[in-house]
């Protein structure tokens, strides 16, 4: 079992930035390639960005590749979510999630999810 709890979200004007947090709980992270979603209102949720498992390789989607850039850190039990050049479309939940497959863009393919952190972007 993997706990996760998403922060950093907030409200930004475009252009902007900023950096998304994920916490898991137990000492299996690194055995979990890690993914972020979003969902906006109205709109199915989205591939983002994964990484895996020792972070050596990452995929993101069209629509953040060169804005974005996901990381982690095993030792804390945290992968993160740059986000900069932020624009009025990047406006979602973002979600984290962790799953036993490598480097997937879709959400069955996770097992575990956080609740979600807001990202609003203002023009």
């Known amino acids: 079992q993997v706990q996760l709890v998403e922060s950093g979200g907030g409200l930004v004007q475009a252009g902007g930035s900023l950096r998304l947090a994920c916490a898991a709980s137990g000492r299996t992270f690194s055995s979990y390639s890690m993914g972020w979603f979003r969902q906006a209102p109205g709109k199915e949720r989205e591939f983002v960005a994964a990484?895996?498992?020792?972070?050596?390789?990452?995929r993101y989607a069209d629509a953040v590749k060169g804005r974005f850039a996901v990381s982690r850190d095993n030792d804390k039990n945290t992968v993160y979510l740059q986000m900069n050049s932020l624009k009025p479309e990047d406006t979602a939940e973002y979600s984290c999630a962790a799953s036993r497959s490598w480097l997937r863009v879709t959400a069955p393919s996770y097992d575990y999810w956080g609740q979600g952190t807001q990202v609003t972007v203002s023009s």
């Open positions: 990484i895996s498992t020792n972070g050596a390789a990452t």
